[in-house]
């Protein structure tokens, strides 16, 4: 079968073809041994008992999830999510079926309130992150440095103010992010999120087939943001309607968008604020500098309070350090060891490997489909 990788590639695959090295290459010969058809597929939405991906030969269809994907006791990473990449074998309009997951270049993670799992898994392959923010009484530096140090990995930050058309300050306040947000190489773009001619600035972050998410606290603009980037309006919820293959009209709740300039924006309404997980590391992500001076205080468990020997304490007394910045810092960590405190007493009683009750094995197969 001769696959249209240019297709593929609008799609966000990262190859020209078929991967010849690597751990994607690996996965894909081990998965032709077994099905030798099988072609690549990308997560466009996910339902409760299977999930919804456009590939080379149609748009936004619904494949079979694997069993092993609905087993209600698997690691939340296992299990496929909006942006993955899958191996499908079967037709797009009728009996389409997941056989593996592919590795993940990238993951956005979140805390999940309530849930069994400490962490939830919201976007995978994910380059760009979006991070919307107000230019108005909303506006506040930390706040931003703090989403910032969420972002992980190989993605890229830009940081998006809106309502720079009626910006009280007149430019001053971007103009403080772009001169804070310099030494980490983090982008800072003012636009009317409801002009086209303004967020026409976000275009080299949105180069075809890449793919980005919009993030950002309630009220900064992220749904006028993303319907000027989709050109036209959808509603909140996700929820729109559109004409199937057969042209009936359907409502659908797809997370995976294609934008008139070729990239591909990745929005769900639950995967848009940020919160620690508690498995944020500090030290690696936008705050070494301040982790590299607290490694030389006196105390290892300095509060960087009144302690002697409080390196952090000196460096702000010597103007090396920021007090502000050090609050912040101060804050997040607080904020990232109660997710983590939070998250392992909600593990602590699955640990003893109990037989799960027969009304929760009901429960589970409701939320993911009963297992064969
Ligand atoms: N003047 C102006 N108004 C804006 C701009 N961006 C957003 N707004 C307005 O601000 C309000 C909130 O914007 P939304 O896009 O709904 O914000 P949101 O982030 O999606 O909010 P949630 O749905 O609560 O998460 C709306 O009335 C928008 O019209 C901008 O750049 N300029
Ligand atoms: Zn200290």
């Known amino acids: 079968m001769t696959l249209d990788f240019e297709r593929l590639q609008a799609l966000g695959w990262l190859f020209d073809g078929w991967p010849q090295t690597g751990p994607w290459a690996d996965a894909i010969a081990q998965t032709h041994r077994l099905a030798p058809d099988a072609r690549p597929a990308r997560v466009v939405a ?31 990473g296992e299990r496929p999510c909006v942006g993955d990449w899958l191996l499908i074998t079967g037709a797009a309009d009728g009996g389409a079926e997941a056989q593996t997951l592919l590795p993940r270049a990238s993951a956005l993670t979140r805390a999940a309130a309530g849930e069994h799992y400490g962490q939830q898994l919201i976007a995978a392959n994910i380059d760009v992150v979006f991070l919307v923010m107000g230019l108005t009484q909303d506006f506040n530096l930390p706040r931003i440095e703090r ?6 990995g190989r993605t890229q930050a830009v940081v998006v103010l ?34 086209a001619a303004s967020v026409a600035a976000l275009s080299p972050w949105l180069g075809p087939g890449t793919s980005a998410v919009v993030v950002g606290s309630s009220g900064a603009g992220k749904s006028t943001l993303t319907n000027t980037l989709l050109g036209h309006a959808r ?28 990239a591909c ?47 952090i304490n000196q460096a702000i007394a010597t103007g090396t350090l920021d007090a502000a910045r050090v609050a912040n810092y101060l804050k997040l960590q607080e904020e990232i060891q109660t997710a983590a405190a939070r998250k392992a007493a909600r593990q602590a009683p699955r640990s003893g490997n109990r037989k799960p009750s027969r009304a929760k094995l009901r429960r589970n197969d409701q939320r993911f489909g009963k297992s064969e």
């Open 46 to 76: 996910q339902h409760r008992t299977g999930y919804e991906v456009s590939d080379a030969t149609a748009d936004a269809f619904n494949v079979v999830s694997l069993p092993a994907w609905q087993r209600p006791n698997l690691a939340p």
């Open 147 to 152: 989403y910032l140090s969420l972002v992980r």
């Open 162 to 195: 809106t309502h720079a058309d009626d910006d009280p300050s007149d430019g001053a306040l971007a103009g403080a992010a772009r001169a804070r947000l310099a030494d980490l190489d983090i982008p800072v773009v003012a636009v009317d999120a409801r002009e």
């Open 235 to 262: 509603m909140k919820t996700g929820a729109v309607r559109e004409r199937d293959a057969r042209g009936r009209h359907t409502t659908t709740h797809r997370a995976l968008w294609r934008l008139p300039g070729g």
């Open 265 to 311: 924006l990745i929005d769900t309404p639950g995967m848009r604020e940020l919160k620690p997980t508690g498995e944020e590391a500090l030290d690696e992500d936008g705050f070494s500098d301040v982790a590299a001076i607290a490694a030389r205080c006196v105390f290892r468990d300095c509060h960087h309070d009144k302690e002697p020997g409080c390196a």
